[in-house]
């Protein structure tokens, strides 16, 4: 049988079934994406490579919890979320200022642009969401990040779906103003 | 249509979201709006400045990490599979030795009483059984093979009653034995009998004696199932601990958040 043609859910069946090599494909199609998740909602890269690891602990530990019914997408997601809350419990207190944010290399998505451009841009834009609250940052990411439909996210965070859109709208503008406002300055 | 109302709609109009009705509302206002047009422009830059801005790869030493705990999991898994099969093996040859003891003690009271066995004898009969079984046990620990060993240990689950000398001998084998599978083996079947306060206590200590990863995470899931407060301090030691591996480290931190 080939891994590569089996679906999420199909991979986690399988693994709830004890067949733990099935976790690897899983492995390499979410590590990137819960990362970047990670890495948006803390901005800090050894946090959020512990955090995916620990997510997939979390995941052979408790597989028999996962419901063959469930979108896995959507199961990861939740407990990447209970994670991220576990952690951020921890971390609240020692937590310094907003604008302590870690330099992350990303890539570049053009040759015609700047390094340092790009760079200055990413910058900026990762200063404003950190001054997002926890609730608009998280729903802000899922949404315009990871590229999560408004039904999706309601799933993960057990919304309605037109909360979840209005929610994320308000947002973005709170975003907007954040984004636009340091630059006047 | 005020500035306010139409706020609500400039992001969802920026994202085409809007039906016919909201789209044109929004739109006769815009036009006689120049706050509302700016504050659409910077709606729209802002969206393209999130669309253009990249994943990042997570460094290659993460899969290899993942990789690690996934085979300390299997090697884990794999083990509960073989306890199992050889627990179905040694049955058949304690039931073997059993059946052989009553033929003799039948036989021995046939011949002494003339026929009739009362319950007197039958439970002492069942003390002799349990006994013989531990016997068994204990000889098969001293054993050279690994594997032998563990079949010792797994014995453990067909006592009812295990005496004293039988659970310090677990005990024992838990923080001596020098193969790190004979131990965990010992930590399964010390589970059972974890509702002695004695046992669980030993149980929480043997983070002392622990230097093998995979003994370390049995214990540390055995302490998360027994919901075992007390053993929240161990947890925070193997976390502050410098040699100790990261795998573990990440389950203790897990486990800490289950005992808190």
Redesign the interface.
Known sequence: MNQATLSDEELMIRVREDDFDQLVPLFDRYQKPMFNFFLRLTSDTDASEDLVQNLFIRIMKYRSSYRSEHKFRTWIYQMGRNLFYDHYRKEVKTREGFMNVDKVNFEPFSAHEEYEVIEGREQKLRMAMNQLSDDKRELLVMSKFQGMKYEEIAKVTDMTVSNVKVKVHRAINSLREIYFQTSEL | MKCKEC??L???YAQE?LNAQEKEQYEIHLQNCNDCQS?LR??KE??N??D????????S???S???D??NI??SR?GAQKVREVNFSKNFYRIAAAVALLIIGYSAGTLISHGGDTDTNELSELKKEVQSMKQMVMMSMLRDESASERIQAVNYVEGFDEPSEEVIETLLRTLNEDESPNVRRAAINALEKFAYDEHVRLMLIRSFEFQTDPVVQITLI?LMVDLEEKRAAKKFQQLIDQEDIEK?VK??A??GL?FLI
């Open positions: 706020q609500e400039m992001v969802g979201e504050k910077e709606t802002l969206l400045i999130i253009l801005s990249s994943a990042v790869e997570p460094s030493a993460l899969r990490e993942f990789m705990s996934l999991e299997k898994i899931d795998i990440n389950q931190e897990i958040q």
